[in-house]
């Protein structure tokens, strides 16, 4: 055995180094979920230009601007 696994806490160790790893990789996942899923800037402008242009493209989606819609109720506060 090598000296850094020596001693009688190999197993809690271990499982630290496991925990660890397990960590890294959901830090992984995470970062790439955001990389596929949140648009670019650049394709906001483009998206909005094509929208204030009143192109009517089948790629172009629906893009929305946070304003609050007037036609439909506000949710209930509390119960």
């Known amino acids: 055995m090598s000296p850094a696994f020596a001693g009688d806490n190999v197993a809690l160790r271990f499982g630290g ?3 660890l790893l ?7 996942i995470a970062l ?3 990389i596929l899923t ?3 800037q650049k394709k906001l402008e483009a998206q ?3 929208a204030e242009k009143g192109d009517t493209d089948a790629e172009a989606p629906v ?3 946070g304003e609050a819609r007037r036609d439909v109720a506000p949710p209930p506060i509390g119960n």
């Open 32 to 34: 790439a979920s955001i």
């Open 38 to 40: 949140v648009p670019s």
């Open 17 to 19: 180094a496991i925990g």
């Open 63 to 65: 893009i929305h601007t």
């Open 48 to 50: 909005r230009a094509a």
């Open 22 to 28: 397990f960590n890294v990789f959901m830090v992984v």
